[in-house]
Nanobody, 124 residues
Framework: QVQLVESGGGLVQAGGSLRLSCAASGGIFSRYSMGWFRQGPGKEREFVGTINRSGGTTDYGDSVKGRFTISRDNAKNTVYLQMNSLTPDDTAVYYC?????????????????WGQGTQVTVSS
């Protein structure tokens, strides 16, 4: 059983940056691909990005490409989401998730473990 805890959310002005962290415990972190998802008010959960076990492969949702970057530190059991050029449309609860398959996936249903989320609010 893997436990995931997100941190780093908060209130930021449009155009600003935030870096989210997701710390994992209870499993062998390097055996999991990691994903970030978000859910805004009244919206469905949306794929943000994913990174494979080694960190060599990433994929991003269209709405964040070129602005967000995922990275991971397997020695620290942590995955990061660097968010730049934030807009009010990025306001959401951000979740990290872990998937034990080799290939990265964008589908929420493929992920086995989820964190409780961290709120990101972008003011205009």
């Amino acid at each position: 059983q893997v436990q995931l805890v997100e941190s780093g959310g908060g209130l930021v002005q449009a155009g600003g940056s935030l870096r989210l962290s997701c710390a994992a415990s209870g499993g062998i972190f390097s055996r999991y691909s990691m994903g970030w998802f978000r859910q805004g008010p009244g919206k469905e959960r949306e794929f943000v990005g994913t990174i494979n076990r080694s960190g060599g492969t990433t994929d991003y949702g269209d709405s964040v490409k070129g602005r967000f970057t995922i990275s991971r530190d397997n020695a620290k059991n942590t995955v990061y989401l660097q968010m730049n050029s934030l807009t009010p449309d990025d306001t959401a609860v951000y979740y990290c998730a872990a998937d034990d398959r080799w290939l990265v996936t964008t589908r929420p249903g493929d992920y086995d473990f989820w964190g409780q989320g961290t709120q990101v609010t972008v003011s205009s």
